[in-house]
């Protein structure tokens, strides 16, 4: 049986995430890794998830351990619209503008899903969030990307491809601008209030629908917290996703869609062909922590963790690229540092010298569908103890070195 023959377009289009390959590095305890985005698990609040666990097992069984609604728990999404709320003053939601997916990956596929044909045309930033890339790539080629300035997209550029769009008589084929406008992964920017409102008055204009991903807001260690595009523009215009991997746990695997009932109502129909459910145990779980503790005062002490250790990180490439001119954002949140060298460098080639010094970063092509941003990688600080960071800055800064010898 021949299996090229007979694979689908789509499966011959989907490559492995660069992210997924380095994995394998990760269990060689030689190896630092600044490469994932996975939290710290000192972060998790693991025994009271474990006392949860154990009550809604033994005294929930007959909804824990049973099917749920593709929808998503009813008591977890009432939780979560009081999140909302607090978190961003979202009001006039109920549960049927909220579905509940597994984890915020399956949020983004679900949005490809329901939105993109084969010759739908959708905006991404330049870099991009490769999860954000590897689920729209599958649907639609079409991408149109903005660049990232130090303030968010290019709402100059953005504009002038919108009109493109219309002057061909294209407009209707754009289906989404997909932005994470805070604490930007993999770019650790946030955009300005300014630019917000202006996104907000181009989709006005042009009639498209914008897609929020909000993974990292809740992770913010200085500066004034900006609303939402969501609380600002509303559900009519607006599509939130959200997870509560990097605020509490990944290993539940909990997400979120939050939008109009229309279209939460179609997601949710796209769901049902997936996964019929998302698991009943860890929402149920996620839902009873959230009745009985204050999450955002369980984060103050993540929130100090990932400061501490972005700064650290911050201050090693002061110490240890000093040789080179190299570019960056000080993230006010997030857990990732974008850096920027010289435009001779190639980062990926680097990474081979990176491996010899057991060092690994992500290459910044790997957020660029179009193999752009050579000289650009990111540097992941959530995950590494603080030694580590300390120690994999001097490993990066001999990478560096050796590598511009030679460039």
């Not at 049986?1 to 289009?13: V, Y």
């Not at 154990?54 to 009813?74: A, C, H, M, N, S």
């Not at 984060?299 to 960056?328: H, Q």
């Amino acid at each position: 049986m021949n299996f090229e023959e007979r694979q689908s377009k789509r499966a011959k289009s989907v490559k492995s995430s660069m992210i997924r390959e380095l994995l394998k590095y990760v269990s060689d305890p030689t190896f630092i890794s600044f490469g994932g985005g996975a939290p710290d698990p000192d972060t998790f609040p693991r025994n009271e998830m474990a006392e949860i666990a154990k009550e809604v097992i033994e005294k929930e069984y007959r909804f824990t351990l049973q099917y749920g609604l593709t929808e998503g728990d009813p008591i977890l999404r009432e939780e979560f619209i009081k999140l909302l709320n607090r978190r961003y003053g979202i009001e006039g939601l109920d549960v049927e503008n909220v579905v509940i997916t597994v984890g915020s990956q399956q949020a983004l596929d679900l949005i490809g899903k329901v939105f993109l044909d084969e010759d739908s045309v959708y905006f991404i930033s330049a870099p991009a969030y490769v999860g954000a890339l590897s689920a729209f790539l599958t649907y639609s080629k079409n991408y149109i990307t903005i660049p990232l300035e130090d303030d968010g997209l290019s709402m100059d550029i953005l504009e002038s491809k919108l009109k493109e769009l219309d002057e061909k008589g294209e407009l209707k084929k754009l289906k989404f601008v997909y932005t994470v406008p805070t604490f930007h992964n993999p770019a650790g920017v946030t955009m300005s209030l300014e630019k917000r409102k202006r996104l907000i008055e181009l989709s006005e204009r042009y009639d498209f629908i914008i897609v929020e991903d909000d993974p990292y807001s809740a992770l913010r260690y200085e500066g004034e917290d900006l609303p939402s595009i969501f609380k600002l523009a509303g559900k009519e215009r607006v599509i939130l996703l959200n997870t509560f991997s990097k605020i509490f746990s990944p290993g539940v695997r909990i997400g979120a869609v939050v939008g109009r009932k229309d279209i939460i109502l179609k997601v949710s129909q796209m769901k049902q062909g997936a996964d019929l459910c998302t698991p009943s145990l860890t929402q149920r779980l996620t839902a009873r922590y959230l009745q009985r503790y204050d999450i955002f005062e369980h984060l103050k002490k993540a929130i100090e963790v990932y400061r501490k250790k972005r700064d650290l990180m911050l201050k090693g490439i002061e110490e240890n690229m000093k040789d080179v001119d190299v570019k960056y954002v000080k993230p006010m949140g997030g857990l990732f540092i974008w850096v920027k060298f010289p435009d001779e460098f190639d980062t990926l080639e680097m990474l081979e010298i990176a491996k010899k010094n057991k060092i690994l970063y992500i290459p910044g092509s790997a957020f660029h569908p179009d193999g752009g941003g050579r000289n650009t990688l990111r540097l992941s600080f959530c995950l590494p103890p603080e030694e580590k960071i300390v120690e994999g800055m001097r490993r990066l800064g001999r990478t560096i070195r050796e590598y511009f010898k030679g460039v």
